[in-house]
């Protein structure tokens, strides 16, 4: 009988890779506001051909609006991860060198509760960015799911929303840690 092979936490070499990861926006997080704005554009647009010249101001902003959260319907990945970087959709791969600390913010707004991933980098935007992200110019003019921001030192912080992705926020910071801890 085969003896049973257990791990060694002291050994280095028996630790798990842990497992790269991507995650994106949930179903639902923007379909309506995006093929309502699309239908509502289209519809306003017919009556601004009719004779409404008003209607096209509404189809403007209602195409506009659809834009803005196409995002919100794509399966592109927001967040996810793997041992060359932390990836940020519009960012590309931050070095994990860079990150300094990764930790969960919530607040509650009546019953729903929204969660931010807070990324704190030790040094400048341009020297964490392992791999940046290339995108066409037409994508900068949509939504993105981070905002950078400095903490009390002067070092950019990347907040990220995570309460409109697939994957739940307590797991995404687990498997992120997991990277850092290799």
Do not use: C
Not at 66 to 89: M, N, S
């Amino acid at each position: 009988m085969a003896q049973p092979h257990h791990l060694d936490p002291w050994d280095e070499s028996s630790r798990a890779r842990p497992e790269p990861f991507a995650t994106g926006y949930a179903k639902g997080a923007g379909e309506g506001i995006v093929y309502g704005g699309a239908a509502v554009a289209v519809g306003a647009l017919v009556f601004a051909l009719v004779g409404y010249p008003v209607a096209l101001g509404v189809a403007l902003v209602a195409g506009a609006l659809a834009a803005w959260f196409y995002p919100t319907v794509t399966r592109e990945p927001q967040v996810g991860a793997r041992d060359d970087g932390l990836f940020v959709d519009g960012i590309g791969f931050l070095d994990w060198s860079a990150v300094s600390a990764l930790t969960l913010h919530s607040t509650a707004v009546r019953s729903i509760m929204l969660t931010k991933l807070v990324i704190q980098l030790n040094t400048d935007m341009d020297k964490a960015v392992a791999k940046p992200q290339r995108q066409p110019f037409w994508r900068s003019l949509m939504m993105r799911n981070w905002r950078l921001k400095k903490d009390a030192e002067g070092h950019p912080t990347v907040v990220v929303d995570l309460h409109t992705l697939r994957m739940p926020p307590e797991q995404i910071l687990s498997r992120l840690r997991q990277f850092r801890s290799v």
